[in-house]
């Protein structure tokens, strides 16, 4: 394959990045990134992305950008402490310089980069104001991304003033409502409470000057909105809600399919941690118990098998243990039948042997 192939290739796969999901996106984008870096590395500068930036090609200006940015190193002096090398300052201005380039032209991403370089003064001057200037513009063009981070600075940064913390708020709405869940997620906490935790030296404490009238339902839709954009923590939650009755009516039933997506969602992940694996412990109970669902021992047998194999969850391995001495044999067979394909399935999508 020549240069001109591989430049057509990445052309395609950064088409496919642009209609990934936000956070796919970042981590999507450095991988194309990176890749791009190694084949410059073995073939020398790719002059026709250079020659489409230099004509104006926005996103030959934002890869450019990339390409510089992922070669600024770090190397350990003689102390063993991380210093940057002696191109470091090279490489980030010249990322900032084509980031920019690409940033007044409206890419979405490029302004979300040139903010990251103003906030820290990578490459430019440090301008915070012009950091949040290119975040608004990223956001108000639909990207969640860019109001959860402006948000977030706006809420938890010590220096920003009440007003300040309360259009952090309005910026943490739009990116709920732009389908972020981890700022859906931090508006549930915000009306469950009232208030905004956050670490103040060796405690928790809250800040200042954001405060609501608690509302249990108000704090549940935000928490619906982020289990519906698949997180699994707010799935859970949702859950717990319907099975207990706050902020909504009490229903067994959506408690247990909720249960059963935040379960789903974790068996999709390659590490699984005891802490994250509620879900499906409350899914096992409903199929034990015939809550919400027809009574399935063997289904329950299966998921808490999962917890204490993949999770090394204590309680999922206490939970199983009692269930086993509920189930008959044939029950048991089917169980173990079923986890059986449950971790075949597993090991083929992450490429186990």
């Not at 289990?227 to 699994?232: F, L, M």
Request: aromatic content about 10%.
């Amino acid at each position: 394959m020549n240069d001109k192939d591989d430049f057509a290739l990445v052309r395609k796969a950064s088409n496919a990045v642009e209609k990934a999901k936000p956070r796919a996106k970042h981590i999507l984008s450095g991988m194309i990134a990176d890749t791009l870096a190694l084949a410059i590395e073995r073939r020398g500068f790719d002059e026709e992305l250079q020659r489409a930036a230099d004509a104006g090609d926005i996103e030959a200006q934002f890869k450019l950008g990339q390409i510089h940015f992922e070669r600024r190193r770090y190397v350990r002096d003689q102390n063993g402490k991380l210093v940057k090398d002696q191109n470091w300052e090279k490489e980030v201005c010249l990322a900032a310089q084509w980031f920019r380039k690409a940033a007044d032209q409206g890419h979405v991403q490029a302004q979300c980069e040139v903010a990251i370089c103003l906030e820290y003064g990578w490459g430019v001057e440090e301008d915070r104001a012009k950091a949040f200037d290119y975040l608004r513009l990223a956001g108000a063009s639909g990207c969640s991304e860019a109001w959860e981070q402006l948000g977030r600075k706006l809420i938890y940064q010590t220096i920003h003033t009440k007003f300040a913390r309360q259009e952090g708020v309005e910026c943490m709405r739009k990116a709920a409502e732009t389908g972020n869940a981890w700022a859906a997620v931090w508006l549930s906490k915000l009306y469950s409470s009232g208030r905004v935790r956050r670490v103040v030296g060796d405690r928790w404490g809250y800040v200042e000057g954001i405060e609501v009238l608690p509302d249990a339902a108000e704090s549940t839709r935000w928490l619906r909105c982020a289990a519906e954009n698949q997180d699994a923590t707010a799935q859970f939650e949702l859950g717990q809600r319907y099975e207990e009755g706050c902020g909504v009516s009490k229903d067994i039933t959506k408690a247990a399919m909720w249960y059963r997506r935040a379960a789903e969602a974790l068996s999709r992940k390659e590490f699984v941690y005891d802490d994250e694996f509620g879900a499906a412990r409350s899914l096992a109970r409903c199929y034990t118990h015939g809550c919400g669902v027809s009574k399935d021992l063997a289904e329950a047998y299966m998921w808490l098998k999962f917890g204490a194999e993949v999770a090394d969850d204590e309680d999922a391995k206490t939970e199983l243990d009692s269930l086993c001495g509920q189930m008959s044999q044939s029950e048991l067979t089917v169980g173990k039948n079923r986890y059986q394909r449950f971790q075949q399935i597993r090991k083929e999508q992450f490429g186990e042997s």
